[in-house]
């Protein structure tokens, strides 16, 4: 099964990204009719550009190697 994760990500000033997960809906309408919800709320009318739609599917293994730490790196 497909869901779609909906996400606000606005890039800070030092290069990192501040991300918020909205919500996670079962179809692209659904996520897109949560934009039309929010757009206008604090914050999220300041960068409008920022909501992001990602498909994944459900019960799939998305990181399969190990990794290290940054502060081993």
Do not use: C
């Not at 909906?6 to 997960?21: S, T």
């Not at 914050?43 to 290290?68: A, C, M, S």
């Amino acid at each position: 099964m497909i869901v779609y994760q909906l996400y606000h990500i606005r890039e800070k000033g030092d290069g990192a990204d501040d991300q918020k997960l909205i919500g996670i809906y079962t179809s692209r309408q659904n996520a897109n009719a949560a934009i039309s919800r929010v757009k206008d709320q604090p914050g999220f009318r300041d960068y409008p550009n920022g909501f992001q739609v990602f498909e994944h599917t459900l019960d799939q293994d998305d990181w399969t190697e190990g990794f290290i730490p940054a502060d081993e790196a």
